[in-house]
C-alpha cells in the first residue's frame, strides 16, 4: 500500500535585522591582541529563541565573511572538476 504525500506551506523564518535588547555585544581581546565580538544571551528572557536565532544567523554570517576574505587572499577556491 502507496503512502500519500502531503504538502504544507512552512511560513518564512523571522528575518533579524536588529540586535535584540535582550542580547548584549562585547569587544574582548585575546592574549595574542586579536579583537573579537561575543554575543551573550539571557538564558530566562521570554523571547529566547528569537535571540538564539538572531546570534546563530550573525555568527553564521561572520564565519561565512571571514571564509570569503580568507579564500580570496590564497587565491580562491580550487575546482576538481
Do not use: I
Request: overall charge positive; aromatic content about 6%.
Amino acid at each position: 500500500m502507496a503512502k500519500t504525500l502531503e504538502l504544507r506551506a512552512v511560513a518564512n523564518a523571522k528575518k533579524a535585522s536588529r540586535r535584540p535588547k535582550t542580547v548584549g555585544v562585547k569587544t574582548v581581546s585575546t592574549n595574542d591582541g586579536v579583537k573579537t565580538r561575543m554575543f551573550s544571551l539571557d538564558a530566562n528572557s521570554a523571547s529566547f529563541g528569537d535571540d538564539f536565532l538572531y546570534v546563530f544567523k550573525s555568527n553564521v554570517k561572520m564565519a561565512r565573511k571571514k571564509s570569503k576574505e580568507h579564500r580570496a587572499s590564497h587565491g580562491g577556491a580550487k575546482r576538481t572538476s
